[in-house]
């Protein structure tokens, strides 16, 4: 498919007889594509094999040890690079021509991830075993009913996954309770859209090699109950997204830097990219970092059209490239929210005022006040929170001079006071953040007191010197 790039992970274990016969299919699809092998520690004579393969193949991985399909998959991901990732069994169960019709919602917009399903339309099917059936059907009902989704085939091997979603995720099954804990994760992104494609399906039995059983069924049942039931260990990106729709709160922080951003922006710590509507002008060149791969790549994804805006890799903590004309001339610096996440945050503020041209000004927000340090600072990897003198001391010790600072968000401490100190909650709540918009307005007016206190500190800060 023109413009997007396949990359196709095939976990291997013990298929001699099946293995390059695949790879010949896979190769015969008319597609941009990559194709990846994991060998899962094969024993019946397949690793004689990859000689004939190293040409046919883009990278073959081997695992000392036997491991399962999940594990084969998790490392197969870390070589993806790809627009669009797939999985393929290396038997001649699934037919790879059908790799067009799995691409297409992706490829038109309708969808992140798309299923294959064995249950769906017309296309033809080896007869087998009605048992196998049942469970199939039983294990993605009860999948079904923990995601609320309407899958046909939670146990499909071909899902397909736009690669920035997939690397989102982190696979802890090692064998074949990969299939619903990767759909109960996909299920809690918010805003993923999953499709179903029909597909044809040319099962084999047990004297065919086939190595899933009644094992792995029960175990299916416990992953689907075990996942289902957690909540996503990403506190800081689920938070994110809860916030992503608030916009009167960015829109009412960026209130308080009005008329103080340049033509040359840089964004430290761009996360999802909630903040980028509230400053994005195709006058402005624009660049959103941020030192966590994963969010760099939504970024791009939903960014690439604009082309005042590029992407860059920035880790506060670590030292930058030696040689970078893209961040050259950068009049604004936007931090929100980040600096408290660094464990060396003086180191942080050095690095930040070499990224700043001479008299260029630093937007700088943190949270506000260490003894309101609860829970949820913790769930969120908060080092710390500040009080303004401390926070305005620092600044001045690393060359800034002091432009502005004030409290902001007085009604929201005593909301994190009351849920983060007094019910010990471990992270912002959709109740929260519904009581916060719902008071919005009057916060907005306790903020016009200038009370010495709140749940975060703006401050404007101007490159002085260089240091």
């Given at each position: ?23 010949e ?10 194709i ?49 990732t ?18 297409r919602?992706?490829?038109?917009g ?70 619903p804990?990767?759909?109960a ?10 499709f ?17 059983g ?28 809860l ?16 008329g ?117 600072d ?55 953040v ?34």
């Amino acid at each position: 498919m023109i413009g997007m790039k396949l990359s196709i992970i095939i976990p291997v274990y013990n298929e001699r007889h099946t293995l390059l016969k695949l790879i010949e299919r896979v190769r015969k699809v008319n597609i941009d594509k990559e194709i990846i092998i994991v060998d899962d520690c094969s024993t019946d004579g397949t690793t004689e094999i990859y000689p004939d393969l190293e040409d046919m193949v883009d990278k073959i991985v081997f695992h000392e040890k036997n491991m399962g399909k999940g594990a084969a998959i998790r490392t197969g991901i870390q070589y993806v690079t790809g627009d669009v990732t797939i999985i393929q069994d290396a038997d001649l169960e699934y037919d790879p021509e059908e790799y067009h019709t799995l691409i297409r919602p992706i490829q038109d917009g309708n969808a992140d991830v798309v299923y294959g399903s064995r249950f769906l339309g017309g296309n033809a099917h080896r007869v087998l075993f009605f048992w196998h059936m049942v469970g199939n059907r039983f294990l993605t009902l009860l999948s079904n009913m923990f995601t609320n989704l309407t899958l046909t085939d939670m146990e499909t091997c071909y899902k397909m996954f736009r690669t920035d979603i997939i690397k989102q995720i982190t696979i802890e099954q090692n064998r074949f309770g990969f299939e619903p804990e990767i759909t109960a994760k996909l299920a809690k992104i918010k805003g993923i859209r999953f499709f179903e494609v029909g597909i044809s399906y040319n099962g084999r039995g047990y004297e065919d090699g086939k190595k899933i059983g009644y094992k792995d069924g029960f175990n299916a049942i416990w992953c689907i109950l075990k996942y289902a039931s957690r909540r996503p260990k990403d506190t800081g990106k689920r938070t994110l997204c809860l916030l992503k729709d608030f916009s009167a709160y960015t829109q009412l922080i960026f209130s308080k830097f009005e008329g103080h951003i340049g033509s040359k922006v840089l964004e430290v710590g761009s996360g999802i990219g909630n903040n980028l509507p509230y400053f994005n002008d195709p006058n402005r060149t624009i660049i959103l970092s941020d030192c966590r791969e994963d969010y760099l790549e939504m970024l791009e994804n939903t960014t690439a059209k604009e082309e005042n805006i590029s992407t860059h890799m920035i880790d506060l903590e670590k030292p930058l490239p030696d040689c970078c004309e893209q961040l050259n001339g950068i009049d604004t610096i936007i931090c929100f929210n980040v600096l408290e996440h660094v464990k060396n945050d003086s180191a942080a503020l050095s690095t930040v005022h070499d990224l700043l041209s001479e008299n260029g000004i630093l937007l700088l927000l943190v949270p506000a006040h260490q003894a309101l340090f609860c829970r949820i600072d913790k769930e969120l990897e908060h080092h710390r929170r500040y009080v303004r003198k401390q926070l305005e001391n620092a600044l001045i010790d690393h060359g800034f001079e002091i432009i502005q600072t004030s409290y902001f968000n007085s009604l929201g401490a005593i909301g994190w006071f009351i849920f983060g100190k007094i019910f010990r909650s471990s992270s912002v709540s959709p109740l929260c953040v519904r009581l916060q918009s719902k008071t919005l307005c009057f916060s907005k007016l306790l903020d016009c007191l200038r009370l010495p206190f709140g749940l975060s500190i703006c401050c404007i800060a101007k490159k002085k010197r260089t240091l």
